[in-house]
């Protein structure tokens, strides 16, 4: 497209996003915009349908909204390219010629069920793959994990979806995904020859069989060096956030590990579970000065657990996500006059939220502000009693009891008066044992 050229302008494709990990397709509800439309990135373009909700997504860019290819109520392949947002309502939308060459590349792969980068996040136009899981040819389960993927907001697993052969990975640890591309391919039969490739040749099958070539393209042999490339960028990219798998993450956490000092000496993330044995062998750092106060630690004990049958209650008849409804007990519980920010970490799980003032859970929204209260979600772990110590941020511990939950406060004194402390827990126990009561 020659304005494209003249312009520098780059358009963007809207593809059906994966809002589930077994999802194939989507069901366009409504466009909320028409084709000529200027939008903003954020602007909310249609509506789709999937089995478990119906969501809004939104425009990935600045521009005019032009080739859109499906309506109203028709079923769309998750990757498939809906509209594009050009420089101009004149732009027909028509897709670039690169897709001739991947199309190509695409007949020598295995055939079977392709598995897609999914969309995390309504925002979200790429996805970091932290680490595979499954190597190619192995067998996979419906529910095993393939592979890590971290967003700007997360980490988390994707499932395989379906029952099969692992044929084919087109992406390699370390790598920038675009959503909606082909990630892997799961087949029925066991393959003959299982593929293993970067996203970085654009779906270019493998080079002839020399043993040297043949060798780099195995899962191993290029996993360290690719996931150890993006390290130099990771904190300008994420604004300081830790790239690491899951299992590292949870590991630390129940280790009091703290990644940031493998981050601060330089290690290359991200960060795996043999990189912890790194983390033990550092020599503790000397302190500043000595303390000249004593962390608070407070446990209360919740006779009943009121969040678990509440939870599937609110998803269903209030459309709230579970961390959304973590988030916003633990944030009225701070009895804050303005918005605060909460974070709820969860087995390697990490979101942040914008809690409002006042008693109402569906207005609370994600957010990358700096939070002030930390919210760990050690429900269904072994652990059932924690002393981490005091950080920069409050910290409430939910842990499982024999009959009900144990919820364990942490912070240092000059974070939270003993007044203040004492009031935060007793506000959170209670919402935990009746979170009904919140909404009253």
Not at 216 to 243: F, H, N, Q, V, Y
Not at 341 to 353: A, D, M, N, P, Q
Not at 416 to 436: K, V, Y
Request: with cysteine; net charge negative; aromatic share 2%.
């Amino acid at each position: 497209m020659p304005h494209d050229e003249t312009s520098g302008f780059r358009p963007h494709d809207v593809t059906m996003p994966q809002l589930g990990m077994a999802q194939d397709a989507g069901k366009i509800v409504s466009w909320l915009k028409s084709p000529g439309d200027a939008v903003s990135r954020g602007d909310a373009l249609f509506e789709v349908e999937t089995d478990k909700a119906v969501m809004e997504v939104e425009s990935p860019a600045d521009g005019f909204l032009t080739g859109v290819s499906y309506g109203e109520g028709e079923d769309v392949p998750v990757g498939q390219v809906i509209a594009r947002i050009s420089d101009s309502a004149e732009d027909d939308g028509a897709p670039a010629p690169e897709p001739a060459a991947t199309g190509k590349a695409s007949d020598a792969l295995p055939e079977g069920h392709t598995v897609t980068m999914p969309q995390l996040g309504m925002a979200q136009d790429t996805g970091l793959l932290v680490n595979w899981l499954k190597a190619p040819g192995d067998e996979v389960a419906a529910d095993d994990i393939l592979f890590e993927v971290e967003t700007d907001k997360s980490t988390m697993e994707v499932e395989a979806g379906r029952k099969g052969f692992l044929a084919a990975t087109l992406a390699e640890a370390g790598e920038e995904v675009p959503v909606g591309d082909p990630v892997a391919i799961i087949s029925d039969a066991r393959p003959e020859a299982p593929v293993a490739r970067s996203a970085k040749d654009g779906g270019a099958p493998p080079a002839p069989a020399a043993p040297v070539p043949a060798g780099k393209d195995t899962t191993e042999a290029p996993a360290k060096p690719a996931a150890a490339a993006p390290a130099p960028k990771a904190p300008s990219a994420r604004g300081g956030r830790i790239l690491a798998s899951p299992k590292a993450r949870r590991l630390a956490l129940e280790q009091g590990l703290d990644l940031n000092r493998l981050a601060e000496a330089g290690h290359p993330q991200p960060f795996h579970v043999a990189d912890l044995e790194v983390l033990r062998t550092m020599p503790s750092p000397a302190p500043a000065s000595a303390p000249s106060e004593t962390p608070r630690r407070l446990t209360a004990t919740c006779a009943v657990d009121g969040l678990s049958a509440f939870v599937p209650w609110a998803a269903e008849t209030q459309g709230l996500a579970p961390d959304a409804i973590l988030a916003g007990l633990a944030g009225a519980s701070l009895g804050a006059d303005g918005s605060v920010t909460v974070v709820v970490e969860r087995l390697g799980l990490t979101r942040s939220f914008s809690v409002p003032p006042g008693r109402s859970l569906s207005a609370v929204a994600e957010t990358d502000d700096a939070p002030a209260l930390i919210v760990r979600d050690l429900r269904g772990t072994p652990i059932s009693t924690v002393a981490l110590g005091s950080e920069q941020t409050p910290v409430l511990t939910v842990t499982d009891a024999a009959a009900g939950l144990v919820i364990t406060l942490e912070c240092a004194a000059s974070a939270l008066d003993a007044t203040a402390a004492i009031r935060l827990l007793t506000e959170f126990a209670g919402r935990m044992e009746q979170p009904l009561r919140h909404l009253l």
